[in-house]
């Protein structure tokens, strides 16, 4: 049987850091790393942008080319997914049939998308986006989809959008809330990205639901809306988020429910369990101490080398800023902060002119800035949000002081 000092489990932007970090610091054990996917870690972020757009090679999508796991003696275990894990005898169990030993265990398993709840879920012709065969499966299709029905306005249904339109198709997104990015971003930010679909010919309906996918002949056709009418598509994009990949862990007695519970170190109520990512259920500091889960690049990365640093007598807890970035045509966003329980938005810049930032306050506090090719600002924000820094909105607003040159009263 196959024992690993650290087994990583979930071969993705979490376990590939945790490994790096691990030997970065030293750690001279063993690293077995268990992926439910056949290849080496990858970055997913491009799958709905340049990927998609066929403008980015798979090759150039890995985290790490193969020959560096092996100078770091790192174990990739591809095509193992795990099922089961016994915590008191330090093992997991993979759909193969096999068990493997840990010493400590990393939980970087990531999440599933979310799917739609209705008939005609498993038509040919309906997609999500997670992994890069599920792109692979849309982009084969794509030859022949003239009409492609995006269901969700967050960021990847809007990145998807934006690419598949820039391909020439007929685009609409289908979001249930009122505004697109409802869950992500305020209002002047959902404003602006659906005025800029729109000039571009994608069809954006808010404050509709989907009852069903119709098709003929094993193939979507379209979308069916609550009113009845139907939205004709031959593709179908499903983007409305994820369900944490935790079942093993919550089977096995680890605290959690949208995902798992970690403290500050990204201990899992088990025993020498961590878990990290997407998956991982976290009081976060810029969220005023309040258990999420973020779904970010940043945070697979930053509580990867948390849990690398516990696991090398480093230990220090999770504070890191949230970032984010999405890219929709031409442009480019970047998010610092999280906006989560904002009570007003000030607008920086004139969104007409294609750069601004939007800039969250809770209670007179900056808390977070979504910059619309607005890099400075980005740059510039960060401190503000650090301090959460009590400034006049008509400072923020005001385009001729940098942000950087704002002062504040710190002990306010
Ligand atoms: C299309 C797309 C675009 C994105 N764009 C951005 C962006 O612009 N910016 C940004 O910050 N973030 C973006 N994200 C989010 C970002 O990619 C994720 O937050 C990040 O990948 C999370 O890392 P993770 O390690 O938690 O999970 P993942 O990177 O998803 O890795 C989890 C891995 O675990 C594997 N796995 C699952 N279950 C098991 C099991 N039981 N056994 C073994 N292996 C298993 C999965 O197959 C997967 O390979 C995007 C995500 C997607 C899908």
Not at 17 to 27: E, H, T, V, Y
Not at 43 to 51: A, C, G, I, N, V
Not at 170 to 176: G, M, N, R, S
Not at 316 to 330: E, H, K, L, T, V
Request: aromatic share 6%.
């Amino acid at each position: 049987m196959d024992h690993y000092d650290v087994l990583i489990v979930g071969a993705g932007h979490g376990g590939a850091q945790a490994a790096i970090a691990l030997r970065q610091k030293g750690f001279a054990g063993s690293i077995g790393m268990a992926g439910e996917e056949p290849e080496l870690p990858y970055e997913r972020p491009p799958l709905s942008k340049d990927y998609l757009a066929g403008e980015k090679a798979s090759a150039r999508m890995l985290i790490r080319p193969a020959a560096f796991w092996d100078e770091r003696a790192v174990t990739m275990l591809p095509g193992r997914r795990v099922i089961a894990v016994d915590a008191a005898a330090h093992r997991v169990l993979t759909a193969d049939g096999e068990a493997i030993d840990y010493g400590s265990l990393v939980w970087a398993a990531g999440g599933k998308p979310r799917r739609l709840s209705c008939a005609g879920v498993d038509l040919a012709g309906v997609h999500a986006m997670r992994s890069r065969a599920d792109v692979d499966r849309m982009t084969a299709e794509l030859p022949r989809a003239e009409r492609v029905a995006v269901i969700g306005g967050g960021y990847i249904g809007l990145e998807a959008a934006a690419v598949l339109r820039g391909l020439g198709k007929k685009v609409v997104v289908l979001e249930a809330m009122d505004r697109v990015l409802a869950r992500v971003a305020g209002a002047p930010i959902s404003t602006f990205y659906a005025a800029e679909h729109r000039a571009r010919g994608v069809e954006i309906r808010t404050g509709v639901t989907v009852t069903c996918i119709e098709g003929a002949d094993g193939r979507a056709t379209g979308v069916r809306l609550g009113d009845g009418s139907i939205v004709p598509a031959d593709m179908a994009i499903v983007g409305i988020g994820i369900v944490p990949t935790v079942e093993p862990l919550l089977a096995a007695g680890a605290a959690g429910r949208d995902g798992v519970d970690v403290d500050g170190y990204c201990r899992t109520s088990l025993p020498d369990i961590f878990a990290i990512g997407d998956c991982a259920a976290h009081e976060n500091r810029f969220a005023n101490g309040a258990r999420i889960r973020l779904e970010s690049v940043q945070n697979a990365h930053d509580q990867a080398n948390v849990a690398a640093g516990a696991l090398t007598g480093d230990a220090r807890p999770y504070a890191a800023m949230p970032w984010f970035w999405s890219n929709q045509y031409d442009l480019k966003l970047q998010t610092v902060g999280l906006s989560i329980g904002h009570d007003r938005v000030v607008t920086r810049g004139d969104p007409a002119a294609r750069s601004f930032s939007a800039i969250y306050l809770k209670q007179g506090r900056v808390i977070a800035l979504d910059c619309v090719n607005a890099v400075k600002d980005y740059v510039q924000g960060r401190r503000l949000v650090e301090a959460r820094a009590t400034v006049a909105p008509e400072l923020l607003a005001d385009v001729s002081v940098a942000l950087k040159q704002l002062t504040w009263d710190a002990a306010s």
